[in-house]
T-cell receptor, first 113, second 113 residues
Framework: GAGVSQSPSNKVTEKGKDVELRCDPISGHTALYWYRQSLGQGLEFLIYFQGNSAPDKSGLPSDRFSAERTGGSVSTLTIQRTQQEDSAVYLC???????????FGDGTRLSIL | GDSVTQMEGPVTLSEEAFLTINCTYTATGYPSLFWYVQYPGEGLQLLLKATKADDKGSNKGFEATYRKETTSFHLEKGSVQVSDSAVYFCALFRSGNTGKLIFGQGTTLQVKP
């Protein structure tokens, strides 16, 4: 597709379960970003990939959060042992280079019961 | 650290009214500045940008001027429409800072017919 694609669009899971969120960036975009949008916290940066490397992981809130990117394309954000405070919309963005405007996906709405 | 402050919403206007959403920033160096818009049920879309002082970004009738002396990037539109109802986010990034976006809290705009 032409835009950033994220899946699933909605995810409901029980506290303590692991979840995986997927992002397909725009073809040819080398930079990929994960953000989290939650009530009271606004939009927060989580992690940045350049190719398959993650030079900036400073926004990951705890060691339960991890992410990887393969083939310079698809990225997966994994949250282990989910907690209720992890409930949020997780947004992925990509750009041609890290100094170019970012294009966002529609996000994954994660709800932890 | 870098930060962005937006006027609190919600902002409620009648159709054809003049819109201003204030945005100020704190950053070292010379950041690039952006306005993103999130329509109901949709993802973030880039509305406009400015990369250096005194640049004016414009799109869809919206304008914002990069004012370094006042560290501001206020969003304006001369005549709003009902279809402009959305959440507006001001954001910055600094080159050499991995390109991650620092967002303001967002301002909800509601335009009534």
């Amino acid at each position: 597709g032409a835009g950033v694609s994220q899946s699933p669009s909605n995810k409901v899971t029980e506290k303590g379960k692991d979840v995986e969120l997927r992002c397909d960036p725009i073809s040819g975009h080398t930079a990929l970003y994960w953000y989290r949008q939650s009530l009271g916290q606004g939009l927060e940066f989580l992690i940045y990939f350049q190719g398959n490397s993650a030079p900036d992981k400073s926004g990951l809130p705890s060691d339960r959060f991890s992410a990887e990117r393969t083939g310079g394309s698809v990225s997966t954000l994994t949250i282990q042992r989910t907690q209720q405070e992890d409930s949020a919309v997780y947004l992925c963005a990509s750009s041609f280079q890290d100094n170019q405007p970012q294009h966002f996906g529609d996000g994954t709405r994660l709800s932890i019961l | 650290g870098d930060s962005v402050t937006q006027m609190e919403g919600p902002v409620t206007l009648s159709e054809e009214a003049f819109l201003t959403i204030n945005c100020t920033y704190t950053a070292t160096g010379y950041p690039s500045l952006f306005w993103y818009v999130q329509y109901p049920g949709e993802g973030l879309q880039l509305l406009l940008k400015a990369t250096k002082a005194d640049d004016k970004g414009s799109n869809k009738g919206f304008e914002a001027t990069y004012r370094k002396e006042t560290t501001s990037f206020h969003l304006e539109k001369g005549s709003v429409q009902v279809s402009d109802s959305a959440v507006y986010f001001c954001a910055l990034f600094r080159s050499g800072n991995t390109g991650k976006l620092i967002f303001g809290q967002g301002t909800t705009l509601q335009v009534k017919p």
